[in-house]
């Protein structure tokens, strides 16, 4: 992520955007508004418990999910009793299984050496790539959180690709991520069962607002449950716009996205980008755009009949190195959204273009406390909208794997 004090222009260009009612939300003394996660969760709540009533209805057997914790981190412990605690409310069944550190939490760390009488501790993650398979293999389990991070980075990865996409509630499986990169919105579910990647039809843009219909004999691909949390968070508060058909709602917005993790930051420019936005990705070491229109040259007759479609539009983003600074793309955002790992790292609310949207995904607070001087909606956290948008998820697979 790009260091806060790189210089740039301060220009604060005017937009105009729909939000969320104010008699919802907190509006004093001339600051924006504080939304909480709450009010965006109960849409979704009601939707997952309606859900829930008709498997109930129908005879069904509520979805199983099971959590694997392999480390001592006090945040993924938290994150493990939180989803236990959101299960049990919704009727979902929850089994947490402990392996590696997480056992010497509980106090069942002393494991016997094979072939000898001496006691060891567990590792962190000891033992989690088993446990992991033996989910995959438990006919009675529908999906699969893992909690990172564990390893770190790359053998995190690997861990992800181990959990069987039929699974994946987290989306995090390299066939979830093929499509979103893709713009692939709608797979067939038995094309799970493979190793091969397919191609799919893209989501339809239609004028009737119905291309979020998946085709006859299709399903709505899973999607990375915080990424697509945010975009929910995003929908809610009027970024996206629904006058506009699908897949282009996001069209005239320009986002910064502080962090291009591989699971939130990056597969987020994607998403917003896909459908319509101009994202601006800050990372530490580079500033990238992503675009589904890609600039054409001024030179270029782009209204001419000799220039065709497939030369004007992208039916999925690209990415290219921007010029910009992190203060230039901030005063230009409508929305800043800033998933940083760090309780030092702030976002100069002095930068923000007047009237933006921020939202914070990090587990620290990414903003200044003046945020919303700047500011016309902050958004503190999107965990309860993130859990939510995982228990859809595991309701969706269940049914794939039916």
């Given at each position: 992520?790009?260091?806060?004090?790189?210089?740039?222009?301060?220009?604060?260009?005017?937009?105009?955007?729909?939000?969320?009612?104010?008699?919802?939300?907190?509006?004093?003394?001339?600051?924006?508004?504080?939304?909480?996660?709450?009010?965006?969760?109960?849409?979704?709540?009601?939707?997952?418990?309606?859900?829930?009533?008709?498997?109930?209805?129908?005879?069904?057997?509520?979805?199983?999910?099971?959590?694997?914790?392999?480390?001592?981190?006090?945040?993924?412990?938290?994150?493990?009793?939180?989803?236990?605690?959101?299960?049990?409310?919704?009727?979902?069944?929850?089994?947490?299984?402990?392996?590696?550190?997480?056992?010497?939490?509980?106090?069942?760390?002393?494991?016997?050496?094979?072939?000898?009488?001496?006691?060891?501790?567990?590792?962190?993650?000891?033992?989690?790539?088993?446990?992991?398979?033996?989910?995959?293999?438990?006919?009675?389990?529908?999906?699969?959180?893992?909690?990172?991070?564990?390893?770190?980075?790359?053998?995190?990865?690997?861990?992800?690709?181990?959990?069987?996409?039929?699974?994946?509630?987290?989306?995090?499986?390299?066939?979830?991520?093929?499509?979103?990169?893709?713009?692939?919105?709608?797979?067939?579910?038995?094309?799970?069962?493979?190793?091969?990647l397919t191609s799919a039809p893209h989501g339809t843009a239609t004028t009737d607002?119905?291309?979020?219909?998946?085709?006859?004999?299709?399903?709505?691909?899973?999607?990375?449950?915080?990424?697509?949390?945010?975009?929910?968070?995003?929908?809610?508060?009027?970024?996206?716009?629904?006058?506009?058909?699908?897949?282009?709602?996001?069209?005239?917005?320009?986002?910064?996205?502080?962090?291009?993790?591989?699971?939130?930051?990056?597969?987020?420019?994607?998403?917003?980008?896909?459908d319509g936005a101009r994202v601006l990705s800050v990372d530490i070491d580079s500033?990238?755009?992503?675009?589904?229109?890609?600039?054409?040259?001024?030179?270029?007759?782009?209204?001419?009949?000799?220039?065709?479609?497939?030369?004007?539009?992208?039916?999925?983003?690209?990415?290219?190195?921007?010029?910009?600074?992190?203060?230039?793309?901030?005063?230009?955002?409508?929305?800043?959204?800033?998933?940083?790992?760090?309780?030092?790292?702030?976002?100069?609310?002095?930068?923000?273009?007047?009237?933006?949207?921020?939202?914070?995904?990090?587990?620290?607070?990414?903003?200044?406390?003046?945020?919303?001087?700047?500011?016309?909606?902050?958004i503190p956290a999107v965990g309860k909208v993130t859990i939510l948008m995982l228990?859809?998820?595991?309701?969706?697979?269940?049914?794939?794997?039916?």
């Open positions: 992520m790009a260091d806060s004090s790189t210089p740039g222009s301060t220009t604060k260009p005017s937009s105009t955007m729909t939000t969320a009612p104010m008699n919802q939300n907190q509006l004093s003394g001339g600051k924006g508004i504080l939304l909480k996660a709450d009010p965006i969760a109960h849409q979704f709540r009601a939707e997952v418990q309606s859900s829930l009533s008709t498997l109930s209805h129908n005879g069904k057997r509520k979805p199983k999910l099971v959590g694997i914790l392999a480390t001592s981190s006090s945040p993924s412990r938290y994150y493990a009793e939180f989803t236990r605690k959101q299960c049990e409310e919704l009727g979902f069944e929850f089994e947490l299984r402990r392996t590696g550190a997480a056992l010497n939490e509980e106090g069942d760390s002393e494991v016997a050496k094979e072939g000898e009488g001496e006691k060891k501790r567990l590792g962190e993650g000891e033992g989690v790539e088993e446990v992991i398979v033996e989910a995959n293999e438990d006919e009675s389990v529908d999906g699969i959180m893992v909690y990172y991070p564990i390893f770190g980075a790359q053998q995190d990865h690997y861990l992800q690709q181990i959990v069987s996409p039929l699974k994946d509630v987290e989306g995090l499986h390299f066939k979830f991520h093929y499509n979103l990169y893709h713009n692939i919105r709608f797979l067939d579910p038995k094309s799970l069962l493979t190793a091969a607002n119905a291309g979020d219909q998946p085709p006859a004999g299709m399903v709505k691909s899973i999607i990375p449950c915080t990424p697509l949390a945010i975009v929910k968070c995003l929908e809610y508060v009027g970024v996206y716009n629904r006058l506009l058909p699908y897949g282009d709602r996001a069209y005239g917005r320009i986002v910064t996205v502080i962090n291009r993790s591989e699971v939130v930051g990056r597969p987020l420019a994607a998403l917003l980008a896909n500033i990238q755009e992503y675009t589904k229109r890609p600039r054409i040259p001024s030179t270029s007759t782009s209204t001419s009949t000799s220039t065709s479609a497939s030369e004007r539009y992208n039916p999925r983003h690209v990415v290219h190195p921007s010029p910009l600074s992190l203060q230039e793309c901030l005063a230009i955002s409508d929305v800043v959204i800033s998933a940083v790992p760090s309780a030092s790292y702030k976002v100069k609310t002095e930068w923000l273009k007047d009237g933006c949207i921020c939202l914070n995904v990090a587990a620290d607070k990414n903003f200044e406390k003046d945020v919303r001087d700047k500011a016309a909606i902050y228990l859809r998820n595991l309701l969706r697979l269940q049914e794939y794997r039916a």
